[in-house]
């Protein structure tokens, strides 16, 4: 076999129908896989026995002091719960797709450290070829990988699931969360389970009092993308913006009224009763403009161009009886800590309008999803868990933070 595959290196497509059809099957390969084996074929030995490793003390002492590691602790007794439970084998990775922590099962370890999927285990494309973590990395969302679909036959009777953890600063995918098993134990719904995790992650990542500040000045107007439902971060023309929590209330709360408003009338929704004067309002708008550019117009205040602001797409989401597409864009509290009488207002609305719905649905996967970005609503826990298959392996995850809080 190896002679054959030797042969047919740098040949992607006869590499693919010699694979496949060694597995008994004939399919044709998903366009994102096909494209990962073209890349590899040109790079990677097809019989690779092993992952290159690096030194692992190194990688996983790097890992726990950056800011990823600091955010991920959040969800490391979840994934030491799942893995336990279903012996699953977890990982997460730094930037470069290298392990700097695992946790797995008794069997499932044994077999991820036959192939260094290990601590120090390099599992870029480069490294390795197609897989799932590598793939979730480069394209920047979550990826799963079957099987034959793994470029090495090494994990070939494997299946993987991961999802990026994208930065709310800059946008770029800082590492891997993955979770992996026999092909035995296929289960779509884990895919679920590490995309919610990367998000929990992401929000811990925006807290980070320790971020690096981004400063970015753009000359020309561009579209305005807005995020402040949990993690919060503003951009244009997909450019990150750092702005104060001043100046995000003053966009989340135009981002609500398409119609524009007065002076006097965006200062009462932000401001309130607070003792404060129309002309430190306008300044603060002339300085929010100076950021971002001339995304916001006057006479009246409004936003102008294309704007995508999460919580207005929620709440259309909602409108619509799209509780999918909601729960997928809400990952918690409007602007959680502003005192701005319009966003506590439309904050409190949100978070009842959204737990009504998905609770009333009964919905476990809907509830499963909630779950992970309202931690502290021990509630919507219990009837998940209440709601979700005897067998799922998230089970574990569940009743950690219903335990937890």
């Not at 390969?29 to 030194?55: I, K, T, Y």
């Not at 800059?170 to 719904?189: E, H, M, Y």
């Not at 993308?225 to 003053?250: C, H, K, T």
Request: aromatic letters at 6%.
């Amino acid at each position: 076999m190896n002679r054959e595959l030797k042969e047919r290196r740098g040949d992607a497509e006869a590499l693919w129908r010699y694979v496949v059809g060694a597995h008994g099957s004939t399919s044709a390969a998903r366009p994102e896989v096909f494209a990962s084996w073209q890349r590899s074929a040109q790079a990677v030995p097809v019989d690779l026995a092993l992952a290159p490793m690096v030194d692992p003390v190194t990688a996983t002492a790097q890992f726990a002091e950056s800011r990823l590691g600091r955010a991920s602790r959040v969800i490391l007794d979840d994934l030491r719960d799942v893995t336990a439970d279903g012996d699953l084998v977890a990982a997460l990775t730094d930037e470069t797709v290298t392990i700097t922590w695992l946790a797995g099962g008794r069997r499932m370890r044994r077999n991820a450290d036959a192939v260094n999927f290990a601590l120090g285990g390099c599992w870029s494309e480069g490294s390795v070829g197609t897989n799932a973590l590598a793939l979730a990395h480069e394209l920047g969302r979550p990826a799963t990988v079957f099987s034959a679909e793994h470029y090495a036959p090494m994990v070939h009777d494997w299946v993987c699931y991961s999802a990026p953890i994208i930065d709310p600063l800059d946008g770029r995918s800082l590492g891997v969360i993955d979770v992996s098993s026999l092909w035995s134990k296929f289960n779509p719904s884990l895919l679920t389970m590490v995309r919610a995790l990367a998000r929990n992650v992401e929000y811990e990542l925006a807290r980070d009092p320790m971020a690096a500040v981004v400063v970015d000045s753009p000359e020309s107007r561009g579209d305005l993308v807005l995020r402040v439902l949990g993690a919060s971060s503003v951009s244009v023309n997909g450019r990150p913006i750092r702005v104060s929590p001043r100046q995000l209330e003053l966009l989340a709360v135009l981002a609500m009224h398409d119609e524009g408003l007065t002076l006097d009338e965006l200062t009462a929704l932000v401001y309130g009763d607070q003792p404060i004067s129309l002309t430190t309002v306008k300044a603060e708008l002339s300085h929010l403009r100076q950021l971002i550019g001339e995304v916001i117009a006057s006479r009246p205040y409004r936003l102008t161009g294309r704007v995508d602001a999460d919580h207005v797409r929620v709440l259309r989401a909602l409108a619509s009886g799209d509780l999918n597409a909601a729960v997928e864009l809400y990952r918690g509290s409007l602007l959680a800590s502003s005192e701005s009488p319009e966003i506590a207002s439309w904050r409190h609305q949100i978070d009842v309008a959204i737990r009504n719905a998905v609770t009333r649905s009964r919905n476990p996967e809907l509830l499963y999803r909630l779950s992970a970005c309202c931690p502290d609503d021990g509630d919507v826990a219990e009837l998940a868990l209440a709601l979700m298959a005897p067998d799922d392996v998230r089970r574990g995850v569940v009743a950690g933070r219903r335990v937890r809080y």
